[in-house]
C-alpha cells in the first residue's frame, strides 16, 4: 500500500508542472483524493481535492485558477497541473487518500525560482 509522488522540479516564474502520483494496494477508485505542501519552515498546507463519487473538484484559494487536480481511476493515478507557477508555490507536495489511513509518501520537491 502506497503513494508515490513525482514530476517535481526547478521552474521559472510563470512556468508549468504536472504531477503525477501512483497510488498501488488499496481500491483507488473509492478514495477521495488530495494534494498537500509544504514549504520551508511552514505548515503543511491543503491544496486541491477531487472526490471518488463524481469527480468534483476543490482547491485552496491561494491556486484557484491556476492549479487543476484530476484522476485516471483505471490507472490508480491523481495528477496535478500547476500554472503560472509563483515563488511561494516552492514546497514538497504530497498525495493522500482522505480517510484511508494510508500512510503519506515521501513527496516530489517543486521549486519556483528565476
Known amino acids: 500500500v502506497q503513494l508515490v509522488e513525482s514530476g517535481g522540479g526547478l521552474v521559472q516564474p510563470g512556468g508549468s508542472l504536472r504531477l503525477s502520483c501512483a497510488a498501488s494496494?488499496?481500491?483507488?477508485?473509492?478514495?477521495?483524493m488530495t494534494w498537500h505542501r509544504q514549504a520551508p519552515g511552514k505548515q503543511r498546507e491543503w491544496v486541491a481535492t477531487i472526490t471518488s463519487a463524481d469527480g468534483s473538484t476543490n482547491y485552496a484559494n491561494s491556486v484557484k485558477g491556476r492549479f487543476t487536480i484530476s484522476r485516471d481511476n483505471a490507472k490508480s493515478m491523481v495528477y496535478l497541473q500547476m500554472n503560472s507557477l509563483k515563488p511561494e508555490d516552492t514546497a514538497v507536495y504530497y498525495c493522500?487518500?482522505?480517510?484511508?489511513?494510508?500512510?503519506w509518501g515521501q513527496g516530489t520537491q517543486v521549486t519556483v525560482s528565476s
Open positions: 494496494g488499496f481500491t483507488f477508485s473509492k478514495y477521495d
Open positions: 493522500t487518500a482522505l480517510s484511508s489511513g494510508i500512510p
